[in-house]
């Protein structure tokens, strides 16, 4: 037997998912659930389709799939459409249901039925089929959820299906046979139920499954007010009571009106946690005898009015159906003659209506049997107990059955293991077992952790006298700092001092260097004077000599005049005078030059000497000059130092600044960790207290 795909009807959002187990818990037959990785996903092919785990979720994990986005891009591409309503739509827009039609003829679509008069053709033909085929049990199908669940895991159920299409296929291929105008339009099912998406597929009929809750969010988004729209009447003739279809029992009371009587052979039940357990046991009640003629069931508490794709899963049953009740009067009323022969003219109204829209065998309907898509197989009592164990599940009193895994069962979770949709670590069971073993760990590690916190507070205590000590010592460095401070500034003060007082000698030493200049350079004309004095007076001393030379002649030449005169006697005594005046000129010139003779020499001796005294003046005088101008090289090289240590001190004595504060929030931290100290001290404590309470908490719960 091959498997068949199922059309996704619910997706997961595993983002979203916590694996919190409520969907499996919800789902009726939990093994479309697949738990063993970080979401619960579903298997598509197991899934019936219900909505259940939608519900259930209130992490928003699980979301409706429907053909509404492809529904309105094709109204968008002007395409031909009929739209088709479920008789649910009267309970989600109890005042503009009529209004709603208005509102997609605007859009584009063409016409509007009402599902309701289906249901009216779908009455006739389980009617028709019990009266010819006399059946044991008729099971209604109009949930495709329960048709699904019946093709998966009750295919023996199968034949007791009536034989006939749901309210809305009834509807779509009546339109097909007997409105030719729209016989190749798109149909749009305007649906309270996502797994109708299922049933179009099955019969071929039927392009977008929209859902009512779909419409609303559409509305909501577009800010669409229907109360501006135009009421729009369907374009089928009107059902009777048949607009109950949507509401528990609507089936069942629609055919008292074809079979008065068959209420009293009908099984009316609802509602997941009915209805599966009831189907699982129907068979048995057949092959008993004890079974009902007629199943009138759905998968929704509360009908299809509360189905998965409306938005009025939280509203009460009275406020869902009284709409439906009254719209069921107004319908009643249509058909009803002014006489008392009501029933009898009642059933002859709508049924002279129905006979023109009814042909046998065309609503025939057939169903698959996918039991195929059931892969689940059952452990050996070997594998069971394998499972049990890797669960930790050792003894009778292990298994309690308490439904934390979603499954109801410790059996069904087993299954689920067994099958690779869960693994054992989800078992509840399993989890108490690794806490109980992590507590006692805890346990152990308590007592030694109230071992270590002892010696904790030993230590602590230790650390606390250390950072007290500490915290003096700090404070004692402290103040040396702001002595330490003081003096580094008092010396940065005195050197910026001496460093002015540097500058100015400097200035004066610069002007000794200048002034030493000068007086080498005077030294030096003194000298050049000095050696041309005595070149002058060399030249002197010469023309001294010569003066002296000239005087000797001078002399010698008087002495010969004196002697010429003397022989020429009387004639020559003036001659003589003359020449004895010249004789006492030359000794005269001869005594001045040898005067000015030896004057030069003493005069030449000092000069000789004042040369020499210059000479070795000039080199004193250069020595000083080389030692004044090293001494000023010296001083500007102490300038600099004294000017590198002015700033280098004020540098210190920013930093001693720095460091008082360091050394006074060094003093504040010391005083907060002292604090601190206490404080860990005192949580210790209280640790240690903790300690001794949970280890006494661990070792009551372990006995």
């Known amino acids: 037997m091959k498997t068949s795909s199922l059309a996704p009807v619910i997706k997961v959002d595993e983002e979203k998912c916590v694996n919190c187990f409520a969907c499996i818990e919800a789902c009726p037959v939990k093994y479309c659930m697949n738990a063993?990785?970080?979401?619960?996903?579903?298997?598509?092919?197991?899934?019936i389709g219900c909505g259940s785990c939608i519900e259930a979720c209130t992490h928003g994990a699980r979301l409706r799939v429907d053909d509404a986005e492809a529904f309105f891009e094709a109204l968008r591409r002007k395409e031909k459409?009929?739209?088709?309503?479920?008789?649910?739509?009267?309970?989600?827009?109890?005042?503009?249901?009529?209004?709603?039609?208005?509102?997609?003829?605007?859009?584009?679509?063409?016409?509007?039925?009402?599902?309701?008069?289906?249901?009216?053709?779908?009455?006739?033909?389980?009617?028709?089929?019990?009266?010819?085929?006399?059946?044991?049990?008729?099971?209604?199908?109009?949930?495709?959820?329960?048709?699904?669940?019946?093709?998966?895991?009750?295919?023996?159920?199968?034949?007791?299906?009536?034989?006939?299409?749901s309210p809305m296929a009834h509807t779509m291929k009546m339109i097909r046979e007997y409105y030719p105008a729209f016989r190749n339009h798109l149909f749009a099912v305007l649906s309270p139920?996502?797994?109708?998406?299922?049933?179009?597929?099955?019969?071929?009929?039927?392009?977008?499954?929209?859902?009512?809750?779909?419409?609303d969010a559409h509305l909501k988004e577009k800010k669409i007010n229907l109360a501006g729209y135009p009421e729009q009447d369907f374009a089928n003739p009107p059902a009777e009571r048949a607009v109950l279809f949507s509401s528990p029992g609507g089936l069942m009371r629609t055919a008292e009106r074809e079979a008065p009587g068959i209420v009293l052979r009908t099984r009316k039940i609802e509602g997941p946690h009915s209805i599966y357990p009831y189907l699982d046991r129907l068979a048995d009640s057949v092959a008993k005898g004890i079974n009902p003629l007629l199943v009138d069931c759905l998968n929704c508490e509360k009908g299809c009015n509360g189905g998965p794709g409306t938005l009025n899963q939280d509203k009460s049953p009275d406020e869902l159906e009284h709409p439906i009740e009254t719209r069921r009067a107004d319908m009643m009323a249509r058909y009803r003659p002014r006489s008392r022969f009501f029933s009898f003219f009642s059933r002859a109204g709508i049924g002279k209506v129905l006979s023109r829209y009814w042909r046998k065998d065309l609503y025939a309907r057939r169903y698959r049997n996918l039991a195929a898509n059931n892969k689940l197989k059952t452990p050996t009592q070997?594998?069971?107990?394998?499972?049990?164990?890797?669960?930790?599940?050792?003894?009778?009193?292990?298994?309690?059955?308490?439904?934390?895994?979603?499954?109801?069962s410790c059996d069904g979770m087993t299954l689920a293991v067994f099958n690779g949709l869960n693994k054992a670590e989800n078992c509840h069971h399993f989890i108490l077992d690794i806490l109980g073993e992590e507590q006692r760990r805890i346990g152990d590690f308590n007592?030694?952790?109230?071992?270590?916190?002892?010696?904790?507070?030993?230590?602590?205590?230790?650390?606390?006298?250390?950072?007290?000590?500490?915290?003096?010592?700090?404070?004692?460095?402290?103040?040396?700092?702001?002595?330490?401070?003081?003096a580094i500034e008092e010396m940065v003060a005195s050197i910026g001092s001496t460093s002015q007082v540097s500058q100015k000698k400097r200035e004066s030493i610069q002007s000794l260097v200048e002034n030493t200049s000068r007086g080498q350079e005077s030294m030096e004309e003194t000298i050049r004077a000095v050696q041309a004095i005595a070149k002058s007076v060399d030249a002197i001393a010469d023309t001294i000599e010569l003066i002296e030379g000239v005087?000797?002649?001078?002399?010698?030449?008087?002495?010969?005049?004196?002697?010429?005169?003397?022989?020429?006697?009387?004639?020559?005594?003036?001659?003589?005078?003359?020449?004895?005046?010249?004789?006492?000129?030359?000794?005269a010139t001869r005594d001045n030059s040898r005067s000015i003779s030896q004057t030069l020499k003493g005069i030449i001796e000092g000069i000789t000497v004042t040369t020499r005294r210059s000479t070795e003046t000039d080199a004193m005088i250069r020595s000083i000059a080389a030692e004044v101008g090293g001494f000023a090289d010296t001083m500007s090289e102490l300038i600099g130092t004294f000017s590198e240590l002015s700033s280098g001190g004020t540098q210190i004595t920013t930093a001693l600044v720095d460091l008082k504060t360091l050394s006074m929030e060094v003093k504040d931290a010391y005083g907060d960790l002292q604090d601190m100290a206490r404080t860990l001290r005192s949580a210790m404590t209280d640790l240690a207290r903790s300690s001794v309470k949970n280890l006494e908490l661990v070792s009551s719960r372990s006995g």
């Open 36 to 47: 063993r990785g970080d979401a619960v996903v579903i298997n598509h092919d197991l899934c």
């Open 81 to 165: 459409i009929v739209a088709i309503a479920a008789p649910a739509v009267v309970s989600s827009y109890p005042d503009s249901y009529l209004r709603l039609n208005g509102y997609l003829k605007s859009l584009g679509v063409d016409a509007v039925f009402d599902v309701s008069f289906g249901a009216e053709l779908t009455v006739k033909s389980y009617v028709n089929h019990i009266r010819e085929n006399e059946p044991k049990l008729v099971i209604a199908q109009p949930c495709p959820a329960l048709v699904s669940y019946m093709e998966i895991y009750r295919p023996e159920l199968l034949p007791y299906l009536a034989p006939a299409d």
């Open 193 to 215: 139920c996502l797994a109708k998406r299922r049933e179009f597929d099955d019969i071929g009929i039927g392009d977008f499954n929209v859902t009512l809750a779909s419409i």
């Open 382 to 408: 070997d594998e069971a107990r394998r499972i049990h164990e890797s669960m930790r599940k050792f003894e009778e009193r292990h298994f309690y059955n308490c439904g934390s895994c979603g499954y109801g």
């Open 447 to 486: 007592r030694s952790l109230n071992d270590q916190i002892e010696g904790a507070l030993s230590f602590i205590e230790k650390i606390s006298g250390l950072v007290e000590d500490l915290n003096a010592r700090i404070g004692n460095q402290s103040a040396s700092i702001e002595e330490s401070s003081a």
């Open 551 to 587: 005087a000797s002649n001078t002399n010698l030449l008087s002495m010969n005049a004196a002697i010429e005169a003397a022989h020429a006697g009387d004639a020559g005594k003036g001659f003589a005078v003359v020449a004895d005046e010249i004789r006492r000129l030359s000794d």
